[in-house]
Every structure is written in structure tokens, then in C-alpha cells.
């Protein structure tokens, strides 16, 4: 794969002129920090999300999925201690009024610098001693900095006088907490298992661009795996173990991740212990995955709140306990901006550079491409109900505008694995050529064997 030559700059142009990633409501002027995925930013996503849960869901004995609703009571965010204790310290610029997240401001300053959990006093102090400017004008006016809860209110109620306060959510790990009782009943899984889910999360916290890298709302995949307590801590090595194997599994070069431990003082308020697989980008070392041992902090806590048992009874024993749980969690918003970022690569052909992504033939958003070589109609005969066929089993596209080395170069640069060029001798010989991506050699196949050839490949 590529990487060394990628810029954020280069990598959020080809986003936008290929169709993967639009600027959100962009023909008003845009939302900061919104993103819409465009054609093929919406089928890598989902091809993602899909290998995923293929891996971690479908090719398992031991987990089950869950699709909660986005909005729940708000009890459940006070049990959780979100409500307490789900804060960004913010400090405000006095001379333009721009808002920051005071840790992002240091490491923005100095990236080797980890602040995480440290008091807003302590961030405040660093700021001033370390005459960190502001990022938007220049200047170094600063307000102290002080705690924001990052959940997004809203509120239901048919009037204005009836209304309540509500919360989006803030991850979704809760709702799977909440259906624990009703998922051991339903399903019979026996500990230890998992419960799986995908889904929007609302954070109302600063960020400071990079793409689509931090958002208001984004994606994410994550499991509660349920556990006695004596495994914690042989199931959380496995449990990073498979969050590797899955970045190996999606072509991600090894030498590009590394884990990071978090400290006592970063750790989350129901974490015993914290790891980050970090992804080295243009913009250095950032979080793409994170595994936590959340102990039984989370059962316990809705128990008390609801006035339910939220308890496993071991069939064989009859022993009664809390199961303690490691969570594994996946940011899909932010694993589909890695997996562009690694895919993305410049070579030299000749006297051009090439723009490839060389997307793992899973994840791309077309598997193959079919261009018959003009747009005569006896080539259309045959590329037409070409395409038509192999679209019952890949996601196909269809080009017949410009030079055959003008397509190749556009198949090229959104990650089409394989290129079927219809030419004035298949009329004769019945066959077609295949390109290959990545070392752009070319077989000739004939055509009633395309989808044996094919399986083979892309499998």
C-alpha cells in the first residue's frame, strides 16, 4: 500500500471529485464538521461495517447484534455517569471568541505531549506557560478553561410547558447494558458471549477538522463481551489480538498502527484498563480503536438505578453473579478515513504519476469495471448484458467515455480492483481483457468464464 506520499489535502480532493466524501449541506455554505458520503464513500462504509460484522457477528457461536433506538430515557445517562462526568475541558479565545478543546490545543503544539484526564487547571497552566497561540488568529488571549458535557440535549413534549430533557447518544454501549436481561432470555447465550451493535453517536465537543477524523456525529461498531471476572484479563489480549488481526485482514501495513496504553489519570471513570490501536496519519499517532475493561461497573449501575436484576445464573453450577465485560470498540466513521488514508498511492508509470487506491478487493466500492473499448453499438451488444450479468454477484460500473487510458486511470484512483475491456475482437473470439489494479497486467478470459475467474479473485 501506499501512505508516504498521502496529504490530508490530497486525499479530501479526490474524496470530494470521485464522489466518496461531500461537504454536508454544502450549496448553503456547509455545517462545520458535517460530511455526507457520496456514492462511493457510501458503499466502502458500508463494506467495511459489513466485513466486520461478518467477522466479529456472523462467523461466531458466542455473539448476538442489537439495533437500540438513538434516543433513551434519560435515566439511563445518569446511571451510566455520563451526565456527571462526560465533559471536554473548553477554553475560549478572547481576541477572535474561537471556542477549543484545551488537550487538542496542546497536542495540536506539541503532539508528543499526552494531557488526557489532567484537571482544567493543569491544561490552563500548560497553555499559558507554554504560550500556545491561538490556531484561528494568532493571538494568545485565553479564558481558563472549564468542563462542557459533551451529550447533545433535546427535548419531547407536545407543548412548550410539557416538554423534557433528553439526550442523543453518546456511544452505544448503554443500550446494550439496558437489554442485557431481555438478550440472555431471548437468545439462551451462555458467558462467555457478546452483544454486537452499529450505529450513529452524538458528542457535542469541539473538533478541529482533519477531515472527516473527529465529527458531531459519526459511526460506530463495538461489543460488550460479558465475562467472569477471572478472565478479564486473558480475554482482553485475545480481544486485541482480533482488533489486529482485522486491520491485517483489510491489507493495513502493521508498521502504520501501534497500541498505545492509556495512564491512570486518561482512564474513563468505569475503565480498569485502556488500550488505543493508534493509526499514524498526515496529521501524526491518532485513535482508531480503543479496548476497554469496563469490570461490571455498567450492570451494576443500571441494577441500582432500574430496580431490575441484571445477573447471569451459570445453568451448571446455579451460581449467581454480575459479569464483568471487555469492550472492544471500532469507530467506523473514522476506520473508513484510515482505510482511504492507507489506500491511498502515487506511482511513477512512465513520465505520470498514477493515483491508485488500492483498496483491499473486499472493502472497494466497484469490483470490477466494464469499457468497451468505443461506443459503437456491437461492442454495447456485448458490454451491456456484460455488466447486467456480473452485477447479480459484484457491485459493477460502466465507463465508455474518453481514451481506454483515461478510464483505467479513473478506475484507478477510486480502487476498482479489475477493469473488463470489450474490444472489436470479442465479437470474434468471444473473450475479454481483465487489468488488474495493482500490477496492471492483463489476461485475455473468455466471457462465459468471467464469473469462475472471478469467484476466485474476489471470494
Same mark, same amino acid.
Given at each position: 500500500?501506499?501512505?508516504?506520499?498521502?496529504?490530508?489535502?490530497?486525499?479530501?480532493?479526490?474524496?470530494?471529485?470521485?464522489?466518496?466524501?461531500?461537504?454536508?449541506?454544502?450549496?448553503?455554505?456547509?455545517?462545520?464538521?458535517?460530511?455526507?458520503?457520496?456514492?462511493?464513500?457510501?458503499?466502502?462504509?458500508?463494506?467495511?461495517?459489513?466485513?466486520?460484522?461478518?467477522?466479529?457477528?456472523?462467523?461466531?457461536?458466542?455473539?448476538?447484534?442489537?439495533?437500540?433506538?438513538?434516543?433513551?430515557?434519560?435515566?439511563?445517562?445518569?446511571?451510566?455517569?455520563?451526565?456527571?462526568?462526560?465533559?471536554?475541558?473548553?477554553?475560549?479565545?478572547?481576541?477572535?471568541?474561537?471556542?477549543?478543546?484545551?488537550?487538542?490545543?496542546?497536542?495540536?503544539?506539541?503532539?508528543?505531549?499526552?494531557?488526557?484526564?489532567?484537571?482544567? =487547571?493543569?491544561?490552563? #497552566?500548560?497553555?499559558?506557560?507554554? !504560550?500556545? *497561540?491561538? %490556531?484561528?488568529?494568532? @493571538?494568545?488571549? +485565553?479564558?481558563?478553561?472549564?468542563?462542557?458535557?459533551?451529550?447533545?440535549?433535546?427535548?419531547?413534549?407536545?407543548?412548550?410547558?410539557?416538554?423534557?430533557?433528553?439526550?442523543?447518544?453518546?456511544?452505544?454501549?448503554?443500550?446494550?447494558?439496558?437489554?442485557?436481561?431481555?438478550?440472555?432470555?431471548?437468545?439462551?447465550?451462555?458467558?462467555?458471549?457478546?452483544?454486537?451493535?452499529?450505529?450513529?453517536?452524538?458528542?457535542?465537543?469541539?473538533?478541529?477538522?482533519?477531515?472527516?477524523?473527529?465529527?458531531?456525529?459519526?459511526?460506530?461498531?463495538?461489543?460488550?463481551?460479558?465475562?467472569?471476572?477471572?478472565?478479564?484479563?486473558?480475554?482482553?489480549?485475545?480481544?486485541?489480538?482480533?482488533?489486529?488481526?482485522?486491520?491485517?485482514?483489510?491489507?493495513?501495513?502493521?508498521?502504520?498502527?501501534?497500541?498505545?496504553?492509556?495512564?491512570?489519570?486518561?482512564? =474513563?471513570?468505569?475503565? #480498569?484498563?485502556?488500550?488505543?490501536? !493508534?493509526? *499514524?496519519? %498526515?496529521?501524526?499517532? @491518532?485513535?482508531? +480503536?480503543?479496548?476497554?475493561?469496563?469490570?461490571?461497573?455498567?450492570?451494576?449501575?443500571?441494577?441500582?438505578?432500574?430496580?431490575?436484576?441484571?445477573?447471569?445464573?451459570?445453568?451448571?453450577?446455579?451460581?449467581?453473579?454480575?459479569?464483568?465485560?471487555?469492550?472492544?470498540?471500532?469507530?467506523?466513521?473514522?476506520?473508513?478515513?484510515?482505510?482511504?488514508?492507507?489506500?491511498?498511492?502515487?506511482?511513477?508509470?512512465?513520465?505520470?504519476?498514477?493515483?491508485?487506491?488500492?483498496?483491499?478487493?473486499?472493502?472497494?466500492?466497484?469490483?470490477?469495471?466494464?469499457?468497451?473499448?468505443?461506443?459503437?453499438?456491437?461492442?454495447?451488444?456485448?458490454?451491456?448484458?456484460?455488466?447486467?450479468?456480473?452485477?447479480?454477484?459484484?457491485?459493477?460500473?460502466?465507463?465508455?467515455?474518453?481514451?481506454?487510458?483515461?478510464?483505467?486511470?479513473?478506475?484507478?484512483?477510486?480502487?476498482?480492483?479489475?477493469?473488463?475491456?470489450?474490444?472489436?475482437?470479442? *465479437?470474434?473470439?468471444?473473450?475479454?481483457?481483465?487489468?488488474?489494479?495493482?500490477?496492471?497486467?492483463?489476461?485475455?478470459?473468455?466471457?462465459?468464464?468471467?464469473?469462475?475467474?472471478?469467484?476466485?479473485?474476489?471470494?
Amino acid at each position: 500500500m501506499g501512505h508516504t506520499t498521502v496529504t490530508m489535502e490530497k486525499l479530501v480532493a479526490l474524496a470530494k471529485q470521485r464522489g466518496f466524501v461531500y461537504s454536508g449541506s454544502e450549496i448553503y455554505g456547509g455545517l462545520a464538521n458535517s460530511w455526507d458520503y457520496g456514492p462511493l464513500g457510501v458503499e466502502l462504509k458500508n463494506n467495511i461495517r459489513n466485513l466486520w460484522w461478518k467477522k466479529f457477528v456472523h462467523a461466531r457461536t458466542d455473539m448476538v447484534g442489537l439495533d437500540a433506538a438513538i434516543m433513551m430515557n434519560p435515566k439511563v445517562w445518569e446511571a451510566s455517569g455520563h451526565v456527571a462526568n462526560f465533559s471536554d475541558a473548553m477554553i475560549d479565545c478572547r481576541n477572535c471568541q474561537a471556542r477549543h478543546r484545551a488537550d487538542h490545543l496542546i497536542e495540536e503544539a506539541y503532539p508528543d505531549m499526552k494531557v488526557d484526564g489532567l484537571p482544567t =487547571s493543569e491544561l490552563t #497552566k500548560i497553555i499559558l506557560e507554554k !504560550e500556545i *497561540l491561538c %490556531p484561528n488568529c494568532g @493571538k494568545r488571549d +485565553f479564558t481558563d478553561a472549564r468542563e462542557f458535557n459533551q451529550l447533545f440535549q433535546t427535548s419531547i413534549g407536545k407543548t412548550e410547558e410539557d416538554k423534557s430533557t433528553i439526550y442523543l447518544r453518546g456511544e452505544i454501549a448503554q443500550a446494550m447494558f439496558v437489554n442485557f436481561k431481555n438478550i440472555l432470555e431471548t437468545s439462551r447465550k451462555r458467558v462467555p458471549f457478546g452483544i454486537a451493535s452499529v450505529g450513529k453517536v452524538f458528542r457535542n465537543e469541539i473538533t478541529p477538522g482533519n477531515f472527516t477524523f473527529r465529527t458531531l456525529e459519526f459511526d460506530l461498531m463495538e461489543f460488550e463481551y460479558f465475562i467472569r471476572e477471572e478472565e478479564w484479563e486473558k480475554t482482553f489480549a485475545y480481544w486485541l489480538d482480533q482488533m489486529q488481526s482485522l486491520l491485517l485482514q483489510m491489507g493495513f501495513d502493521p508498521t502504520h498502527t501501534r497500541v498505545r496504553e492509556h495512564t491512570q489519570e486518561e482512564l =474513563s471513570h468505569y475503565s #480498569k484498563r485502556t488500550v488505543d490501536i !493508534e493509526y *499514524l496519519t %498526515p496529521f501524526g499517532w @491518532k485513535e482508531l +480503536f480503543g479496548l476497554a475493561y469496563r469490570t461490571d461497573f455498567d450492570l451494576k449501575n443500571h441494577a441500582q438505578h432500574s430496580g431490575q436484576k441484571l445477573e447471569y445464573r451459570d445453568p451448571v453450577t446455579e451460581e449467581v453473579y454480575v459479569p464483568h465485560v471487555v469492550e472492544p470498540t471500532f469507530g467506523l466513521t473514522r476506520l473508513t478515513l484510515m482505510t482511504m488514508l492507507e489506500a491511498y498511492t502515487e506511482e511513477q508509470v512512465g513520465d505520470d504519476t498514477r493515483v491508485v487506491m488500492k483498496f483491499h478487493p473486499s472493502l472497494a466500492p466497484y469490483k470490477i469495471a466494464v469499457l468497451p473499448l468505443s461506443k459503437k453499438e456491437e461492442l454495447q451488444s456485448i458490454a451491456r448484458p456484460l455488466q447486467e450479468r456480473l452485477t447479480k454477484r459484484w457491485y459493477t460500473d460502466y465507463d465508455e467515455t474518453q481514451s481506454i487510458g483515461k478510464r483505467y486511470r479513473r478506475q484507478d484512483e477510486i480502487g476498482t480492483p479489475y477493469c473488463v475491456t470489450v474490444d472489436f475482437d470479442s *465479437l470474434e473470439d468471444k473473450a475479454v481483457t481483465i487489468r488488474d489494479r495493482d500490477t496492471m497486467e492483463q489476461v485475455r478470459v473468455p466471457i462465459q468464464e468471467l464469473e469462475t475467474w472471478f469467484e476466485s479473485k474476489l471470494s
